[in-house]
């Protein structure tokens, strides 16, 4: 069952409502959703029975705004949280309205986080429920307090008890016998409070009436707090006599107070400094830092990997595995540094006042070697390792939320070298990280503006020496001076999440392009086209090819999609589920690369795959080398034995070609027989 969700959406578009309700279901929710365009109606939507959880607002309507939603929001006195959704919002726009009280923004091309947010800020609005119900609770207690009978203390002019009441013999334990006689301060904790006695006795004796707070012991040595109000009583020509203390128990209130104050300032799962004192403390790192002229160095952690054991073994494993990465962390830094979580499965460390590079080397090392052991989680072991990126002050940042910056980017830098790895902020990483999100930026749209196309490379029978095929291989042009090849755009597309929009469009021009070039042709004519993981991953992969296929024309059999090892490796049963979806239809499937990545023959016999390519590094090494020249004899062999048919890459040479030949390869394709061309320049080839 997924969990109830009533959403107070205030959207002038019937079709963007039905996209974000559908969103909800995917994200697991049964949302109720009531659609307003107008104050009115969401006046009398909040003044309703109805129990919202959240206002999810489109940024401008024909009417309405999300500025008077919040407005409206606010006017009814419910704290809901308040999502702001919609393609573009000036950035000034955006800071006022968080100003003012919305909780996020997102974009309405890509509701990707709209659930993550959602269920964020439903976990806030209920934190600062709990808080204000903790704060009335502390209210109520201080008030019955004050209309209750509280501790009265008279002393003399010297401060020796001289009559106590029966609150004061109740608090503290002490009857009346054993009390009077005795200082005002003999309760008082003796390692605790000096300093407060001597500003309490300097006030007195000035004439002049003291408030404070005590931390006293009571007779059975259980420690408490009092509010003392002490006023010094004269006689009528003005001389002090006497000393009247009234006090209250509030040992509850601090301690209520206590508690918000670590729920304001500490992560309640790990117990770590969250992102709030951490910041704080990072602050005092660089004071630090700069009084003694140091460094003071930032750690910004990432659990690899964490993501895939929260989603396949749950929340509570992922809870789990996060209380066990923070007690690891916890064993590598010194005292006086800290350690925080900043949220999700991303932790920080602060080294303060250090003085060189090789301290914080060996912290980062310490992280990186306790996270090799694997997490003991249900029984089974899962390995987690950390991505570290390091930047420090005052080199890499003066300020603190640079310095996060840098740390973060530098973090990205070590996933991106392989993960289970630390790497230090550099100038020139913040400049290709910063190229890196200006060719995001125009990677997006980049096919719906017919800034790609696609060359084919010609595939051939090595026996007959005829084309029997081609590969598609994506380009894009950046610009008029600037042509990508896909090594320079893919990666990141893949990364970003932009893979599915480039891939689909891939496919699809394929296949009408190869209907345009086969036709009149031979008819076992074929276009081989990579496809991503993510491709694979989605549900519907399967039928959105039958529909390419369909509308094209083109044939099943004349279609080959190729598939990285890693793809099948994976195991997920989405990816199964779409491969037999494929095969069914009757798609080629052709193994990519084959021997470069994880090689197992098992999912060579749980898929019906047709190819298996031999990578280009076998190819270019087996004329040099004989342990490479076997191993592409027993790849051969071993596909020929499968019932698979074999293609080589990279073919360049007389002499590699040959080879392929004599080792009985089945089909090639390289330079030597034909660079990457336009379909017009292909079509000539196939006469």
């Known amino acids: 069952m997924g969990t109830p969700l009533n959403v107070l959406l205030v959207e002038d578009s019937p079709d963007d409502a039905e996209l974000l309700e559908l969103e909800l279901l995917r994200g697991g929710f049964v949302p109720v959703v009531r659609r307003v365009e107008t104050g009115e109606e969401m006046r009398a939507a909040l003044w309703s029975d109805m129990t919202w959880d959240v206002v999810l607002s489109d940024y401008h309507l024909p009417t309405f705004s999300a500025d008077a939603a919040l407005a409206t929001l606010q006017d009814s006195g419910r704290d809901l949280p308040f999502i702001i959704m919609s393609g573009v919002v000036r950035a000034e726009d955006a800071v006022n309205l968080l100003k003012r009280g919305a909780h996020d923004f997102l974009d309405k091309a890509s509701l990707a986080r709209l659930v993550p947010a959602i269920e964020r800020e439903i976990r806030d609005a209920s934190e600062r429920a709990k808080r204000r119900e903790a704060e009335e609770r502390v209210r109520v207690l201080s008030l019955a307090i004050e209309q209750s009978p509280v501790s009265v203390v008279i002393t003399d002019r010297d401060g020796v008890i001289g009559y106590v009441n029966p609150k004061f013999i109740k608090t503290t334990g002490y009857p009346a016998t054993e009390s009077l006689g005795r200082p005002i301060d003999f309760i008082h904790r003796r390692d605790a409070g000096e300093g407060t006695y001597r500003a309490m006795w300097e006030t007195l004796r000035k004439g002049q009436e003291w408030r404070g707070e005590f931390c006293n012991q009571r007779r059975d040595g259980q420690l408490f707090w009092e509010y003392a109000t002490v006023s010094p009583l004269e006689d009528s020509s003005g001389s002090i006599t006497n000393f009247v203390a009234v006090k209250e128990d509030i040992t509850a209130r601090r301690s209520y107070e206590e508690r918000l104050l670590r729920q304001a300032n500490f992560d309640d799962l790990t117990g770590l400094p969250n992102r709030l004192l ?26 690899d990997r964490f993501k895939n054991v929260n989603d396949s073994l749950g929340h509570a494993a992922g809870d789990s595995l996060l209380k066990e990465a923070a007690r690891r962390l916890n064993e590598c830094v010194r005292e006086g540094d800290t350690l925080a979580r900043m949220g999700g499965d991303e932790f920080v460390i602060i080294l303060p006042g250090v003085d060189d590079g090789v301290a914080i080397q060996k912290v980062a090392d310490r992280v990186v070697e306790t996270f090799v052991p694997p997490f003991v989680i249900s029984g089974q072991d899962h390995f987690v390792t950390t991505s570290i990126g390091i930047s420090l002050f005052p080199s890499d940042g003066t300020d603190g ?8 980017l530098s973090m990205y830098k070590a996933k991106e070298q392989g993960r289970g790895r630390y790497h230090f902020f550099t100038r020139e990483l913040n400049e290709r990280m910063q190229e890196r999100l200006k060719l995001e930026s125009q990677l997006r749209g980049a096919a719906g503006r017919g800034e790609l196309y696609l060359d084919y490379q010609p595939l051939y029978d090595i026996q007959a020496g005829s ?14 001076e600037q042509r990508l090849q896909p090594g320079s755009f893919i990666p990141l597309a893949e990364e970003v999440g932009l893979i599915g929009e480039i891939g689909d469009w891939v496919v699809a021009t394929a296949c009408r392009q190869a209907v345009d070039l086969f036709n009149g042709r031979r008819k076992d004519l074929r276009v081989a086209v990579n496809v991503s993981p993510r491709q694979l991953q989605g549900p519907a992969f399967g039928d959105w090819v039958r529909l390419k296929l369909d509308e094209t024309g083109l044939a099943p059999e004349q279609l080959e999609l190729e598939i990285t090892e890693s793809v099948v490796m994976d195991g997920s049963p989405e990816t199964g589920m779409t491969l037999r979806k494929l095969c069914d239809l009757g798609v080629r499937l052709s193994i990519d690369d084959f021997g470069t990545g994880y090689s197992s023959l098992g999912y060579l016999q749980r898929y019906p795959f047709d190819t298996l390519k031999i990578d280009r590094s076998f190819v270019s090494g087996a004329i040099s080398d004989p342990n490479a020249a076997r191993l592409v004899e027993t790849i051969v062999t071993m596909a020929h034995g499968l019932g698979l048919e074999t293609v080589a890459e ?18 090639v394709q390289g330079f030597l027989l034909g660079r990457p061309m336009p379909a017009e320049d292909l079509a000539r080839r196939l006469g």
């Open 278 to 303: 951490m910041l704080d403390r990072l602050e005092q790192g660089i004071a630090v830092a700069h009084r003694r002229d140091a460094l003071t160095a930032l750690l910004y952690i990432d659990l």
């Open 401 to 408: 939320q640079v310095l996060l910056r840098n740390a973060e």
């Open 467 to 480: 084309v029997v095929g081609m590969e598609s291989l994506v380009r894009w042009n950046r610009s008029p």
């Open 650 to 667: 990279g073919v360049e040479t007389a002499e590699q070609l040959d080879f392929l030949r004599n080792c009985g390869c089945d089909l």
